[in-house]
């Protein structure tokens, strides 16, 4: 079985290293490895089929957006459509609005 694509921006990546960094240091690394892997489970799943969740027009460039815990992810489908684009990983107790945006193409991985 070939696993869907899942590129993360920059922010995305910046945001992952710090949800691990506050929840190591909070409850220790085994819970924020048990979160992050939980993460990247549920960003594979968004990637094996992205048009299940709906656009979020209330958001500039309408991502579509799944959450985990109290995290959201917002992606866009790749044009392909084998995959995501990760544009942020963020706790729902933020202002999503000021954090959400499309990031460059250069911006990933």
């Known amino acids: ?3 869907p694509r899942v590129i993360r921006s920059a922010s995305a990546r910046h945001d992952l290293d ?3 960094d506050r929840l190591a240091g909070q409850a220790g690394p085994e819970i924020a490895d048990a979160v992050l892997a939980r993460i ?3 960003m594979y799943r968004a990637a094996d089929n ?3 969740y709906r656009e979020r ?3 500039t460039g309408r991502p579509r957006r799944v959450n985990v ?3 959201a992810i917002f992606f866009e489908a790749l044009p392909d459509g084998d ?3 990760v544009w942020r990983v963020i706790h729902g107790s933020r202002d999503l609005p ?3 945006f499309r990031p460059s193409e250069d911006d990933s991985d």
């Open 69 to 71: 815990f109290r995290y």
């Open 40 to 42: 990247f489970e549920t």
């Open 1 to 3: 079985m070939v696993l």
């Open 50 to 52: 992205p048009f299940l």
């Open 18 to 20: 710090a949800i691990w």
């Open 57 to 59: 027009p209330e958001h």
């Open 83 to 85: 995959g995501i684009f």
């Open 98 to 100: 000021r954090f959400i």
